[in-house]
């Protein structure tokens, strides 16, 4: 099993290439909006370190969001082209459930976080059960108050995790029982939980936005007038 992983929700890409649930090799590099024109190069180093083709791909690893829209709608573009000409399947992850595996090891809740401005962000909260991570509470469109009051209602340790938690960390709580992490997320944590992998294929993956764009909330406010 050769496996391509492909993650780019949140301004970082990360691309790693698997062989029976062992690293090949992997390319970890920030992008904000040039993500379109090195994604495709970025694979393509990635399987030359690896030394294989992507004829010897046997399935694609993608996130689905959420994120940024223009990010996800490029990854779930790219993985979809090549579940669709070298007839692989494709496996989905969420960006969130990604960024959590950064804190799998820990017995905390594990909160990760994407801003989406407003004082909102796209987060969830997770905590190990077993060899997974299972929600909390789900993964959705939150404002920071509503995210926080939560936290606080489980009086337990707790730890916000990824790279938007520094920007937003005088909105967030900050107590004894609270710790971060700002890494970033790795393609290659896939395999803490990679049999736990949502199956899809090239016509069924849709990315997960959580909320609606800009454009659609206007003409929903525009009807409602």
């Known amino acids: ?35 379109s024109s090195i994604i495709l190069a970025e694979i393509d180093r990635c399987l030359n370190m690896a030394d294989v083709t992507k004829k010897d791909l046997t399935e694609i690893i993608s996130s689905k969001g959420p994120g940024s829209y223009t990010a996800i709608r490029v990854v779930a573009a790219v993985c ?17 459930k990604l960024q959590a595996l950064v804190e799998y090891e820990s017995n905390k809740l594990i909160v990760p976080i ?81 049999d736990y992998l949502e199956k899809s294929d090239c016509f069924n993956m849709t990315p997960q936005y959580l909320r609606k764009t800009e454009a659609e909330r206007e003409l929903k406010n525009d009807k409602s007038k």
């Open 1 to 35: 099993m050769v496996s391509l992983v492909v993650e780019a929700s949140n301004s970082f890409l990360s691309v790693a290439c698997l062989k029976n649930n062992k690293v090949l090799a992997e390319r970890n590099i920030s992008c904000s909006n040039n993500l």
């Open 80 to 96: 979809k082209t090549f579940s669709y000409t070298l007839k692989i399947p494709i496996k989905v992850i969420s960006s969130l």
């Open 114 to 194: 994407i801003d989406a401005r407003r004082d909102s962000v796209f987060g969830a909260i997770y905590k190990r059960e077993g060899d997974d991570l299972v929600e909390v509470l789900e993964e959705s469109y939150y404002t920071l108050v509503e995210l926080n009051d939560f936290i606080l209602s489980q009086d337990i340790p707790t730890i916000y995790v990824g790279k938007d938690v520094e920007k937003l960390s005088e909105k967030l709580l900050n107590n004894t029982l609270i710790s971060i992490n700002t890494n970033d997320i790795k393609a290659v944590d896939i395999l803490k939980i990679y």
